[in-house]
């Protein structure tokens, strides 16, 4: 991969770490208790900005490395699927077993984009939320091999 693209991903990966490091307190917070309007409000907006992040970098990798970007009303949806794709320029850039995690991340961008936050569960954010860490070190892995290979 290009050096200035392989530079920007990783610029990127920097500011999803710091996003991530900054909402440790509140992640610690609901280990502990269920959050309240606030705090779900601000979860919603943590966990968009998460997926945002990784969107951000997808961008750039499929900008570069694909004939064409995914346009049209599911173009958010095409782009992930995409990230699971071998093409004749690039190997896949995540794993499979990301799918289905990543997917869910969608989904509650999706809806935090179209709903207000009176509308937030808790159980619909938790599982999310308390396993972003671990989706994260996949994401960050699978990145780390696409940079080497690519």
Same mark, same amino acid.
Request: proline share 3%; hydrophobic share 40%; with cysteine.
């Given at each position: 991969?290009? @050096?200035? #693209?392989?530079q920007?991903? &990783?610029?990127? /990966?920097?500011?999803? =770490? ?15 208790k269920?959050?309240d309007?606030?705090e779900?409000?601000?979860?919603s907006?943590?966990?968009h900005?998460?997926? @945002?992040? #990784?969107?951000?970098?997808? &961008?750039?990798? /499929?900008?570069?490395? =694909?004939?064409n970007?995914?346009n ?8 992930l ?7 004749d ?23 935090v984009?179209n ?15 308390l396993?972003?860490?671990i989706?994260w070190?996949?994401?960050?892995e ?9």
């Amino acid at each position: 991969m290009d @050096n200035i #693209i392989t530079q920007k991903v &990783l610029f990127e /990966i920097d500011q999803i =770490d710091d996003h991530i490091n900054s909402s440790s307190p509140l992640f610690n917070l609901c280990k502990i208790k269920e959050p309240d309007y606030v705090e779900k409000c601000a979860i919603s907006m943590i966990l968009h900005s998460f997926y @945002n992040g #990784i969107e951000n970098i997808l &961008l750039l990798i /499929i900008k570069n490395k =694909d004939s064409n970007l995914p346009n049209g009303i599911r173009w958010h949806k095409e782009l992930l699927n995409k990230a699971f794709e071998k093409t004749d320029n690039r190997t896949e850039i995540f794993r499979a077993e990301l799918n289905i995690p990543l997917n869910e991340y969608l989904k509650f961008r999706h809806f935090v984009r179209n709903t207000y936050g009176f509308q937030l569960k808790w159980e619909d954010m938790k599982t999310i939320l308390l396993n972003l860490h671990i989706v994260w070190d996949g994401i960050k892995e699978d990145l780390k091999i696409f940079i080497e290979n690519n």
